[in-house]
């Protein structure tokens, strides 16, 4: 004869059911609220990286067009007289970084396109005569200082060259 157990009640070995559900929701609003700091924290990064790179845009806008301008100043001086002339009786300036384009006047006015907040600007100065150790005729030496915009006022480039041109 087989005698037949009577199986044992879950509700007799397990916590009640109430307690249950209880831990389930918090458990489930703790992994809420990390997945929404990491959520958070990838979106602050985000931002800073897209801030970086307009930056980094507007930074190499500023560049070009301040060697833009730097390269005309350049031209207009080694191929026309009157520009040196001009530049022979133009000071220095002084402090090329607080230069903001326009006191002491610039010698000329750039073209560097649309996507600058204004266009540069450069000046051309006279430095100095260069003389050969042996009897010869002397150099004019010339600087050129240009200063150029990004898309924005904020990004602004500086850029000198001097020049050695030969009398004429």
């Known amino acids: 004869m087989k005698i037949i157990e009577k199986p044992a009640q879950l509700t007799q070995f397990a916590p009640s059911s109430r307690w249950q559900h209880g831990a389930t929701l918090i458990v489930v609003l703790v992994m809420l609220l990390l997945i929404s700091l990491l959520t958070v924290g990838g979106m602050q990064s985000s931002i800073l990286q897209e801030r ?21 100043g350049e031209d207009s001086l080694m191929t026309t007289l009157a520009t040196r002339q001009a530049a022979y009786n ?64 904020e990004a602004v480039t500086v850029l000198q060259s001097t020049i050695l041109l030969a009398p004429e």
Request: aromatic share 10%; proline share 8%.
């Open 52 to 72: 970086m790179a307009s930056n980094a845009y507007d930074g190499a806008i500023s560049f070009q067009a301040s060697e833009a301008a730097l390269r005309q």
């Open 90 to 153: 133009k000071g220095l300036i002084i402090d090329p970084w607080a230069w903001d384009g326009a006191d002491p006047a610039p010698s000329g006015v750039g073209n560097a396109g649309s996507n600058v907040s204004a266009q540069p600007a450069y000046h051309l100065a006279y430095l100095a005569d260069v003389c050969p150790l042996e009897p010869g005729p002397c150099f004019e030496r010339y600087l050129t200082t240009s200063r150029g915009q990004g898309g924005s006022g």
